[in-house]
């Protein structure tokens, strides 16, 4: 079964500057994707950036960037620049290719505050 | 507002009695996906429909939940004879066809406390 480790239950940043949240992953398969979503308080869950494992290329968006190691099945969500709103949980997410379903494996969840 | 829809998005019950969450997904969405987030946690996976068919349940959806797509657009989840394990935040979140590792939008949820 697919596990999903978020070793840092909060953080901490302040405005402008950058902060890395930690995930790790343990799974046999050598193709599927992996996910940042990120969940504001009392909002609903948005998708912050996503990775396909075959591609050796760290996905970027804008301020959120990711460190994808998979021989060491690491999964790494950099935020620069943060911002108040980047204050949120954040989950890392893995999603099996074989199966059919693409049901998402979650993390439990990184809380980051950032500081005025 | 085109996003994936959830009602009630608050729910009050007595352990033992029965309750229904409705799920309206993006219209053009043929996947449905439901989840189960308990405090501290992320969100776990309960059920997955393609149009109307239901075709992957976890183990953690008891024989006490059922859920349905009739039509293959909204889909509701029942649970009989709920219990005090049962409070939890319910998600639903649909995605667009799939083998490519879609996106999954997902509601804002469903909260049910068991007293």
């Known amino acids: 079964a697919q596990t999903v480790t978020q070793s840092q239950p909060e953080m901490s940043v302040q405005e402008a500057e950058t902060v890395t949240l930690s995930c790790t992953y343990d799974?046999?398969?050598?193709?599927?994707?992996l996910f940042w979503y990120k969940q504001p308080p009392s909002r609903q869950m948005i998708l912050v950036i996503r990775?396909?494992?075959?591609?050796?290329q760290n996905a970027t968006e804008n301020r959120f960037s990711v460190n994808f190691q998979k021989a060491a099945k690491s999964f790494s969500l950099k935020i620069s620049d943060s911002q108040l709103g980047d204050t949120a949980m954040y989950f890392c997410?893995?999603?099996?290719?074989?199966?059919?379903?693409?049901?998402?494996?979650f993390g439990k969840g990184t809380k980051l505050t950032v500081n005025p | 507002d085109t996003g994936v829809s959830q009602d009630p998005r608050h729910k009050i019950t007595k352990r033992g009695q029965n309750v229904t969450f409705r799920c309206d997904p993006i219209?053009?969405?043929?996947?449905l996906y439901w989840y189960r987030q308990t405090l501290g946690q992320g969100p776990e996976f309960l059920t997955y429909?393609?149009?109307?068919?239901?075709?992957?349940k976890s183990r953690l959806l008891s024989d006490r939940f059922s859920a349905e797509r009739p039509k293959g657009s909204f889909s509701t989840l029942e649970i009989q004879r709920t219990e005090q394990g049962d409070s939890a935040m319910y998600l639903c979140?649909?995605?667009?066809?799939?083998?490519?590792?879609?996106?999954?939008?997902f509601g804002p949820g469903t909260r049910l406390t068991v007293l």
């Open positions: 990775q396909e494992a075959y591609k050796q």
């Open positions: 799974t046999s398969e050598s193709n599927y994707y």
């Open positions: 219209s053009e969405h043929n996947r």
């Open positions: 997410a893995f999603m099996p290719t074989q199966g059919g379903s693409e049901k998402l494996v």
């Open positions: 979140a649909s995605s667009l066809n799939g083998g490519g590792g879609g996106e999954q939008f």
């Open positions: 429909f393609q149009n109307e068919a239901q075709l992957e």
